[in-house]
């Protein structure tokens, strides 16, 4: 039978010895088995032993639980009970283990799966007595793992593992308590344990020392209590002394004890440690002598896994002290585990794989092989670190013959065993060991010397021991140069120099006495990336280097001697200078770092020696990372004993590494000084040229702002004799386009009457630009009482009319009431609902607010005043904090910014090489993090300006000198209407209210009335809400601060940067831009928007917004007008008429609908326009792929790869023949003489392998009829049907040659197994589908493999091969041909298919699929292409967004428009489009990199073909759709919506001829099918037959079959069909149309489509400015034609419109009708 010697067996078939796994016979289990051993000699008969054997299967797993599922160590008692394991030999044994730290578990690498704990339960009952079990791990929230193992009679068990949560018992109570109670627990006379031990029960006092120690080990140490867990300790260990090891589990128990006694290694004594490795030596030893009895191999390793561990925790325990080291202990642990390593040896035969030991700082090999093998065992070993490759003699150690097993014992310590001998200091490597045992014919051992050894071991702690060198552009060569200066003395050995560069680049090294370079050298090299360094052959003093490495420079002792020859100095300066091409364009200390070391190899023959120098020389592996040690050891004289004598020792080596600290760069003498860069002076220069323009243009802005600033403008129309004044305050919105040109008018409505309306604007200072606050006074008659509404409007006058009004503050002046109006909305018709007049109701300070209302004020208003970047640019800068402060801010922000980032650039050590891209995206994080730096300064700055009061003598001069142009409120006549207390009311007042207690005025803009109330409550609140105030004084300071740090700034800046190259210099600037985009629209606007976001948490009332306060408005000034009696009776006169004209009324419905028009035009103009040039640019870039696929060049490439393959396979009918088309035609164009992978005759290459694949039905019976039918009662009684390839089971066995021989064995995944009789499901990741003429077939098959760069008489004889073996049968569905070509004339991957298939008559039928394709990786294209995929990806976007808009607004209505729907099917594609794309570029990069990492593999390029198949169609539906799209822009033509209307009238009539055509149509296809389809190809399918009288509508009776078998039978047929298709239905579908066309084009007054009006907008516009440029007059000619092409006729006046019409007569609208 089949088996697989290779990876169930550690020794395979061959060898005279034999290791089979466990669980070899895991799939072989309930049979009996014989094991044949044959044996051979030339010459003599061979001799067979057969060995039979059983393979029992293991019991049945069941389940087991755990009650209760959580506890507490010594105070829960759990229970297991186990169900559903069954067994047919024997009782049951269960075995229940428990391990506390799972994640300390040794690694041995030769046990399937290794569990050591400790046992808690071993018996035959299902159910455990109730027991105690050891605290879980802390870290792991006290998980307990419990492993159950069921035995049967022969040993085979079942595992099942699970977990409870076992809590420490100290996890709440104080560690001295649980310590007491661990300590009677121990020594208590009446404690468990000692009840256990005086009946013996060593099992359970192994239980409860496990647990005893694993509580001691969760329980922290501390000074209070190290002892006493020092001393419980050794208590633990004294008991196990003490107990016999009689049987393994004893041993088990013993040993899992130790290692849980020994794990924390501080808390282990001196004796302790001599008791622990008592103990461990005592269970080695009694495992030696149940070794022959009992006692398995995978035993032995398990325990001695654990035994290995507990002498681990031994050895650091012993060594942890470097002050005082237990030398006995670290001895007597590496004796016990050579005792150990003889156990585990004894059970490995030769040629077995090693077994690998490993504890934390110690591992353990060993080995076994035949002596003959040892050198070539240990040398197959290439992936390790610290690596042992012994040599032995075949000539010596002649008492071992050539078969003897050899078995080695291989330590490694990554930290130094022996830290007391001398040296302990330099050894910087691990430590090896090493003992090797021959064993001769008779048994007796022999100690082995291998003739030489290579040993490598690792240094630690390397990252630190290189020196970064700075290189960079020599003085005066063209080259890249750097050096340094190291101090040696002269009794130096000799001197490694190792070069570390990423770079594969050639150094020459230059050896300079001194610091002086100058001077000749006294060596120099070439030092080569790839192989050993050269010394130039001038220098003849260089002896050869002892390290062969490149690289790696040696100065030997010789050089240094002669060169320190007569001096008296013992020490001396060597100059090191390497030179190179140029790689770098500035000095950097990224590229190359230096190792500068001497290293030597030490040897320790015994431990009761100390290590010694010379016994080994450096291999040329050595390096600054590892030492290679090559040793020529001395063969020992042969001692023959039964057993190992005791002075054959262990070997150890390890290395010397002596590294030569803090090399002197000496960059200074040797590199060049950079140009200096004018980017960072220019950057400087230009921040200040800007600061001035900005300065000088804010000065400007702040004296326009104190002449707009705080005033009131009394209305012009305010009417002389009124004396009711009101202050109304209007806040126009901050939005984009808030503003307006309009002319504002207001009318309040109140209680008592309702006041004239008035225009609210001023003659000498402009009001409602954006985020303004203009407060009008107007007057009325009489006081209007509460204010119930206020009606506002505008006129739409100027270039921009909209206006958005945020609220609306009214104050009356005399009785000292506020009204408030949240007004929130847009006067504007081209905005939101289009209305231009609106009313608003009052609201007082405890109205609601809506949040986003809140929010969106709040914000405003913080970015207005607060945003250090945008309130320089406001419309007003409100309060003392001018623009000119706010710029000089600026300025400091950006000059501290660029002083960090230049810091950052200057201080930062240059640690790797990265990439241009990864250094610009770090100068980006630079700058984020530069600009988080500059905050408290930006900080400082702005409150110093902010909060400094005004010097008292220049406010003195104000209130008093000449300046104050205006009188404030208080002063004027109504300042006596106001009561004086308030008017003199300071800021600091708190407790200020008005008159009318349900309309209280809206606070300052110091405080809000919540503000208040939380300072009465909480006086401790107080700091928070007051604002600093700083002395006059501070502003000076102010400004010197912003000039001193400007200037600190610049200059540094300017002096760090004139060092810099042009790529330091540009990501410095970059950093710096990303600093002030952060600053500017990151930081402060974040800032402001999570303040207010957060800010709507809680409910928000009218008083919480800011709002002009009554103080505020006695400050302000007041801009009124002076006149004379005569005047104010001429001006009342004139406001009386004037309000009674149109200009002060609202607009009527139907100048709103003239005007709405106009801007419905002006919109539709706009949307045209844009929607035309991102159409053309989206068109553009769409397009511009699409035909970069060439169709032309791979219309020829396809032609001529299709020519060389179509040859004979119209010839091809019987599966005979596709092996003669094989051989004719396939296997000479694949196999080319000349140029081997070529196509023959041309210069096509084949990628991957060539692949042909049989899917082939399984072999099973298929009758052709029912049981029960007639055919086969009367007909035919014994059928046997060909399987359907869509119905019946594909074949997917593996077969070994021939379909009659079923393989039972896995065959290896590599081309060269499949042979043809291997099913290969599909290859890796990709599935792709195969279709034919018949059917669909997929990646699957039984495939064969051709292999091109093979003679073609391989390819013949295997395809012979299979012909023998009948590969192609009558189950045989379909043969298909694979592969894929690359041109690089063309640039075209060519994918090829040819497909045999079979159908069910028999007859094969051949088919040949060609497509060709380019393929490119994303990282790989031009830039230009990658900036057109980034323009669709973007127009895409903007176009989902527009249409997702669209889509909500129109809902439903969406679907009824063609136009929309096209865009939809856009937009859907191109997003299809976009993905097919991608999935390309993926493609493209799997596949060529499997091609490249596997090119003796077949690669299924036809995975991306049948992407790109679909990537052109998809291309041209897009393509099509956006060539149609334009359509919707021609519909501005008269004659295109006409057609549009004619094709849309007679539509339902071409839908009814349709159905008729198609039901005649219908009746032909028919009749054709049924009459000639038997006889005529033209008809033999309806297909054919479809497209035969399809043909006859085009062609007529030209060029169309005709019917041979009945020609009268044919010429009635054709006949009629030409009567009644052609000649009747086509005449009355034009009639239809030309009907439908004369009728719609009657004069019926149409309502003109969006893109007419559009079209015509624009027209007027273009014609509007030519005439204004050339001063020409407009024409009505031109005028008409534009009319007539647009609308169909020319524009129709006022007059001549006929139709409804309204007209005002007498003031009253009238409406007539005009015909």
Not at 598 to 627: H, R, V, Y
Not at 703 to 708: E, N, V
């Amino acid at each position: 039978m089949h088996f697989d010697w290779a990876s169930k067996t550690k020794t395979g078939r061959s060898n005279p010895y034999m290791h089979i796994n466990s669980f070899a016979f895991g799939h072989m289990v309930g049979k009996s088995y014989t094991l044949s051993l044959k044996a051979s000699t030339p010459g003599r008969h061979p001799a067979v032993y057969r060995y039979s054997f059983d393979v029992s299967s293991p019991p049945r797993t069941g389940k087991c639980i755990i009650y209760p599922k959580e506890g507490t160590a010594f105070l829960t008692k759990f229970t297991i009970q186990c169900t559903g394991f069954e067994v047919k030999n024997g009782p049951l044994t269960y075995k229940v283990m428990a391990y506390s730290n799972p994640t300390e578990t040794m690694n041995t690498t030769s046990l399937k799966s290794s569990v050591f704990g400790t046992a808690v339960y071993i018996g035959y009952q299902q159910k455990t007595p109730p027991s105690f079990l050891p605290p879980g791990l802390p870290s792991k929230n006290y998980a307990l793992v419990i492993y159950v193992q069921v035995y049967d009679a022969d040993g085979v068990f079942s595992e099942v593992t699970f977990q409870a949560t076992v809590y420490d018992p100290g996890r709440d109570r104080p560690s001295d308590d649980v310590l007491y109670e661990l300590n009677n627990l121990v020594r208590g006379q009446g404690g468990p344990m000692s009840a256990f031990l005086k009946i013996k029960d060593y099992f359970s006092v192994g239980l409860y020392m496990y647990m005893v120690a694993s509580a001691l080990n969760n329980i922290e140490a501390s000074p209070l209590n190290v002892d006493f867990k020092i001393d419980l300790r050794e208590i633990l260990l004294n008991m196990s002394v003490g107990i016999p090891l009689t049987g393994k589990q004893i041993i088990s128990q013993m040993v899992s004890c130790i290692c849980q006694i020994t794990r924390e290694v501080n808390e282990i004594r001196k004796e302790s440690q001599i008791l622990a490795v008592q103990t461990l030596k005592e269970a080695t030893e009694a495992l030696k002598r149940h070794r022959p009895k009992d006692l398995k191999s995978e035993e032995a390793e398990d325990l001695g896994n654990g035994i290995f561990i507990g002498l681990s925790n031994v050895l650091r325990a012993s060594v942890l002290n470097q002050q005082n080291i237990n030398i006995n202990g670290v001895k007597e642990a590496i004796h016990v585990t050579e005792v150990l390593a003889d156990l585990v040896l004894e059970g490995k035969v030769p040629g077995e794989h090693e077994t690998n030991m490993e504890a934390k700082d110690w591992s353990l090999h060993l080995w076994k092989n035949e002596k003959r093998d040892v050198s070539r065992a240990f040398s197959l070993k290439k992936q390790c670190q610290n690596c042992f490759y012994p040599q032995l003699s075949q000539v010596s150690d002649s008492e071992l013959s050539a078969d003897a097993a050899v078995s080695t014992v291989y330590y490694i310590f990554e930290k130094d065993p022996f830290p007391w001998l001398a040296n302990a200091s330099d050894i910087h490597t691990a430590v090896i060991g090493f003992k090797m045992v021959g064993a001769k014919s008779n048994g007796d051992l022999v100690g082995i010397s291998p003739r030489r050894a290579d040993v490598i071991m690792v240094r630690e702690e390397k990252k630190s021991d290189s020196f970064n060198l700075t290189i960079g552009p020599d003085r005066e060569l063209d080259k890249t140069t750097g050096g340094f200066n190291i101090e040696v003395e002269q009794t130096s050995k000799d001197i490694f120099i190792q070069i570390l560069c990423e770079l594969n680049v050639t150094f020459d090294v230059f050896i300079h006495l001194g610091f002086n370079v100058s001077h000749p050298p006294i060596a120099s090299y070439t030092a080569f990336s790839d192989k050993p360094p050269v010394a130039h052959e001038t220098y003849s003093t260089i002896t050869d280097c002892a390290i062969p490495t490149p690289y790696i420079l040696c100065l030997p002792h010789s050089l240094l001697k002669s060169a320190f020859k007569g001096r008296k100095r013992n020490t001396w300066n060597i100059s090191v200078v390497i030179k190179t091409d140029p790689i770098v364009r500035q000095q950097t200390s990224k590229v190359v770092r230096i190792v500068v070391f001497t290293a030597d190899c030490l040897n320790l023959d015994s431990l009761q020696n100390q290590w010694k120098e010379g016994a080994c020389n450096l291999g040329p592996q050595t390096s600054w990372a590892k030492i290679h040690c090559t040793c020529e050891l001395k063969e020992p004289s042969a001692i023959t004993s039964r057993h190992l004598p005791n002075d054959l020792e262990t070997q150890f080596w390890t290395g010397k590494f002596v590294l030569y600290p803090n090399p002197l760069d000496i960059n200074k003498v040797l590199l060049a000084e950079f140009d200096t860069n004018p980017i960072t002076l220019l950057t400087v220069f230009s921040i200040f040229a800007g600061y001035i323009f900005c300065a000088t243009w804010a000065m400007i802005k702040d004296k326009a702002d104190l002449r707009r600033k705080n005033k009131i403008l009394v209305l012009p129309d305010n009417d002389p004799y009124q004396k009711v004044c009101y202050l109304v305050t209007m806040y126009t919105g901050s939005r984009l386009g808030s503003g307006t040109t309009a002319d504002i008018f207001l009318e309040l409505i109140g209680q008592n009457g309702v006041s004239d309306v008035h225009h609210m604007k001023h003659p000498q200072y402009p009001t409602f630009s954006r985020a303004s606050i203009d407060t009008f006074l107007l007057t009325t008659k009489y006081d209007l009482g509460h204010i119930l509404s206020i009606h506002v409007w505008h006129n739409t006058s100027g270039s921009s009319p909209n206006w958005y009004l945020s609220r609306v503050k009214v104050f009356n002046v005399q009785t000292k009431q506020s009204w408030l109006f949240l007004c929130r909305n847009w006067f504007g018709l081209g905005k939101a609902d289009g209305k231009i007049e609106r009313s608003f109701a009052s609201r007082n300070l405890k109205s609601s607010l809506n949040k986003m209302d809140y929010f969106l004020i709040s914000l405003a208003r913080d970015l207005e005043e607060s945003h250090i970047w945008l309130s320089v640019f406001s419309e007003v800068a409100t309060g003392s904090f001018t623009r000119v402060q706010r710029v000089s801010c600026c300025l400091v922000i950006m000059l501290t910014t660029l002083l960090f980032n230049i810091m950052f650039f200057s201080g930062e050590e240059e640690k790797e090489i990265i990439s241009v891209k990864q250094r610009y995206l770090k100068s980006i994080y630079i700058g984020f993090v530069s600009a988080l730096f500059s905050i408290p300064v930006q900080l400082t700055i702005t409150v110093l300006f902010k909060y400094s009061q005004d010097k008292p003598a220049a406010q003195n001069a104000n209130e008093s000198g000449p300046r104050a142009d205006f009188p404030s409120l208080a002063e004027t006549h109504m300042g006596t209407w106001l009561d004086p207390q308030t008017s003199n009311v300071k800021a600091q007042a708190v407790h200020f209210q008005e008159s009318n207690a349900s309309n209280n005025n809206v606070p300052d803009d110091t405080f809000s009335n919540s503000d208040l109330d939380q300072m009465a409550v909480h006086p401790e609140l107080l700091f928070f809400f007051k604002r600093p105030q700083f002395s006059w004084w501070w502003r000076y300071v102010s400004w010197v601060l912003v000039f001193l740090i400007s200037g600190v700034s610049a200059s540094f800046i300017i002096l760090y940067g004139l060092t810099y190259g042009y790529t330091t210099s540009m990501e410095w600037f970059i950093a710096s831009m990303t600093s002030f985009f952060e600053s500017v629209l990151l930081l402060q606007t974040l800032k402001m928007g999570l303040i207010s976001a957060m800010s709507t948490i809680t409910l928000k009332y009218c008083e919480n917004i800011n709002w002009i306060s009554t103080e505020q408005y006695q400050q302000m000034k007041l801009v009124q007008f002076s006149m004379d009696d005569k005047e104010k009776r001429r001006m009342h006169n004139e406001f009386i008429r004037v309000r009674r004209t149109k200009g002060y009324t609202p607009l009527t419905e139907d100048e709103l609908i003239v005007l709405r028009k106009t801007v419905r035009a002006q919109h539709l103009a706009f949307v045209f326009v844009k929607d035309i040039i991102c159409h053309l640019i989206f068109s553009s870039c769409i397009l511009a792929v699409a035909y970069s696929i060439e169709p032309t060049t791979t219309f020829y490439y396809n032609k001529a790869i299709y020519n060389k393959f179509s040859p004979g396979l119209s010839k091809v009918n019987k599966l005979e023949h596709i092996y003669m088309w094989m051989s004719n035609v396939f296997v000479p164009l694949i196999h080319n003489d000349y140029e081997p992978t070529y196509l023959s005759e041309s210069w096509s290459k084949i990628i991957g392998l060539p692949r042909m694949r049989q899917v082939r039905a399984k072999n099973t019976k298929k009758a052709c009829f029912p049981s029960h039918s007639f055919v086969n009662k009367y007909v035919i009684s014994k059928s046997h049907c060909r399987h359907n390839y869509n119905t019946d089971e594909e074949d997917q066995s593996d077969y070994l040659g021939s379909w009659t021989n079923p393989a039972n064995q896995s065959v290896p995944n590599h081309s060269s197994s499949f042979q043809g009789f291997t099913y290969q499901s599909d290859i890796d990741q990709w599935e792709y589908k195969s279709y034919g003429v018949f059917n669909a077939y997929g990646p699957g098959g039984y495939s064969f493999y051709f292999f091109p760069r093979e003679q073609r008489p391989n390819t013949t004889l295997r395809l012979d091969d299979l012909q023998r073996n009948n590969w192609l049968d009558d189950r045989t569905w379909a043969v298909i041909f694979e592969l894929t070509t690359f041109n690089p004339d063309v640039n075209l991957y060519c994918s090829i298919t040819v497909m045999f298939e079979t159908t069910d008559m028999g007859v094969v039928n051949a088919s040949l699929s060609v497509h060709s394709y380019k393929l490119s990786i994303f990282r790989y294209v031009t830039n230009s292409q990658r900036i057109v995929y980034g323009i669709i990806v973007y127009i895409l976007v903007f176009y989902l967004a527009d249409e997702f808009h669209m889509l909500r607004q129109e809902r439903i209505g969406y679907l009824k428009t063609a136009t929309n729907l096209n865009n939809f099917a856009i937009k859907t594609i191109c997003m299809f489009f976009i993905l097919l794309i991608a999935l390309k570029f993926k493609l493209a990069y799997t596949l060529l990199e499997f091609h490249l990492l596997n090119p003796e593999e077949f690669v299924p390029f036809h995975v991306v073909s049948q992407i790109d198949q679909l990537y052109r169609m998809v291309t041209g539906v897009l393509a099509f759709l956006l060539v149609l799209k334009p359509y919707r822009y021609f519909r501005f033509l008269y004659k295109m919506r006409l057609a549009e209307k004619t094709m849309s009238a007679a539509f339902p009539g071409f839908i009814y001829l349709t159905m008729v055509a198609a039901l005649l149509f219908a009746t032909y296809v028919s009749f054709g099918y049924l009459i000639f389809g038997e006889y005529e190809w033209n008809y033999n399918t309806l297909n054919h037959s479809l497209q035969t009288v399809v043909s006859y509508c085009f062609y007529g009776l030209k060029r169309t079959a005709t019917v041979t078998t009945d020609r009268w039978l044919g010429m009635f047929f054709r006949g009629s069909f030409m009567l009644v298709m052609p000649c009747v239905f086509i005449n009355l579908w034009r009639v239809l149309l030309m009907y439908t066309y004369i009728s719609m084009k009657q004069p019926v007054y149409e309502q003109h489509s969006d893109e007419a009006e559009a079209i015509n907008f624009v027209v007027l516009k273009i014609q509007h400015m030519w005439r204004s440029i050339t001063y020409q007059p407009s024409s009505a000619s031109e005028t008409d034609v534009v009319n007539t092409v647009i609308f169909g006729k020319p524009v129709i006046t006022d007059e001549q419109q006929q139709g409804l019409k309204t007209k005002h007569v007498n003031g009253k609208k009238m409406v007539y009708l005009s015909i």
